[in-house]
């Protein structure tokens, strides 16, 4: 019953995007908007990355939006993980490879994790996916030394500080006269390291604030391992 | 798209339902795990072919790499983390009893 139940969703879903899928004709866009913020966007914004120019200038509200929900999720996961166990005698150690290999790419994924959060305003990526992989850097140690700690106080204030000014610089073009979040500053030149404003500083700030949340997610899931 | 790409792609489409496939029926639940994260890193790479690097990213660094993290994670709070596949009737015995010493 259950698996006919199961079937019969499945092809209503298909038939349903069929149905939508059929009333489109790809390969002609109707790509107003789009075309509009890529011939606009390098003179208005300044970023050479045109989704950041997006992401951040144009939907910045959204982007807060975002980082609003991964905090909820964030806590959520915290709150039903519940209180952290401190006895690791159980726990495993992490084989060879992990240990030493976890040493060695350690400063590769902080490298690359910055880079990628400094450059999204000029390549692809940006706050969030080198977040993930700053997150991922300090969460490979963890897995190889199960007696580690992240320090959670530490965490919780770079998390705080990123949040609050992403806020703040969306405040400060408020108090400039300007829309929230507007980018602002000296624009300068398309396509170099310092440009586009005050959307790197935003980037930073993203990236922080996803990087310590994400890390002390996973950091909490691995510490509260089995309740005995 | 050129010819090579849409090769590619449907390389590549194969690969992803096959593995989607495969975390579906495998027993061993970290082998399910891994199968889905191939499932993640085939749809990055199309995303790139499509030219969207930036969906590409974050679809290789979520889905591929965090998620299948916290999935494994959970395998491991659960004591249901196993290399060996081991005998299928005494999974759940298995499962059990090492449960301890895994967590």
């Known amino acids: 019953m259950r698996n006919l139940t199961g079937l019969l969703f499945a092809g209503g879903l298909g038939f349903m995007l069929l149905a939508i899928a059929s009333g489109i004709d790809f390969g002609t866009p109707p790509m107003r908007i789009g075309e509009a913020i890529q011939s606009a966007s390098p003179q208005e914004v300044g970023a050479a990355n045109i989704v950041t120019s997006v992401v951040l200038g144009y939907r910045g509200i959204d982007t807060l939006g975002e980082l609003a929900i991964l905090f909820a999720a964030a806590s959520a996961a915290g709150l039903v993980l519940g209180r952290r166990h401190t006895t690791t005698g159980t726990q495993r150690k992490g084989g060879f490879v992990l240990f030493h290999g976890g040493a060695l790419i350690f400063p590769f994924l902080l490298t690359i994790g910055f880079y990628i959060i400094f450059h999204g305003h000029l390549t692809p990526g940006g706050g969030f996916q080198g977040g993930v992989i700053l997150a991922a850097a300090f969460f490979l140690p963890l897995l190889a030394r199960p007696g580690a700690r992240l320090h959670h106080s530490i965490l919780s204030v770079i998390e705080a500080f990123a949040g609050a000014s992403f806020i703040l610089i969306g405040l400060a073009a408020l108090a400039e006269g300007q829309a929230f979040l507007q980018p602002m500053l000296n624009q300068d030149t398309l396509g170099s390291l310092i440009s586009a404003g005050t959307l790197p500083l935003l980037y930073i700030a993203v990236g922080l604030k996803v990087g310590a949340e994400l890390a002390s997610l996973l950091s909490n899931l691995a510490q509260t391992e089995s309740e005995q | ?103």
């Open chain 2, 1 to 103: 798209m050129s010819e090579v790409e849409l090769w590619i792609a449907l390389i590549l489409g194969i690969m992803m339902l096959s593995s989607a496939v495969l975390a579906l029926v495998v027993k061993n639940h970290l082998a399910a795990v891994a199968a889905a994260s191939v499932v993640s890193l085939g749809l990055a790479l199309l995303f790139a072919l499509m030219r969207a690097p930036d969906v590409a990213m974050t679809e290789a660094a979520v889905g591929a790499g965090l998620s299948s993290l916290i999935l494994a994670l959970a395998l491991r709070r659960l004591g249901l983390w196993q290399i060996d596949s081991g005998s299928e009737n005494s999974n759940l015995l298995s499962a059990s009893s090492k449960g301890k010493d895994d967590a």
